[in-house]
């Protein structure tokens, strides 16, 4: 799945995305709303780890799903 697929279909990965970061709460996930870049910003915030951890959760989380 690419990025663009995951932005479309947000709703149905956002529990895909809760699973893998407990951390976030529901209404975190409505605010990122598919937009990779805030996901990235809630898991540094939520998280504590750099950027670059961020994205390359993010790329393991994608292409997984």
Do not use: F
């Not at 690419?2 to 699973?19: E, H, I, L, P, R």
């Not at 670059?52 to 790329?59: G, H, L």
């Amino acid at each position: 799945m690419n990025w663009d697929q995951v932005q479309g279909k947000w709703k149905q990965v956002a529990g895909s995305a809760q699973t893998e970061w407990g951390k976030l709460t529901n209404d975190e996930l409505d605010q990122i709303d598919g937009d990779r870049a805030r996901l990235e910003g809630k898991l540094q915030e939520r998280y504590g780890i750099a950027k670059e951890e961020a994205e390359r959760q993010v790329d393991d989380w994608l292409a997984r799903n």
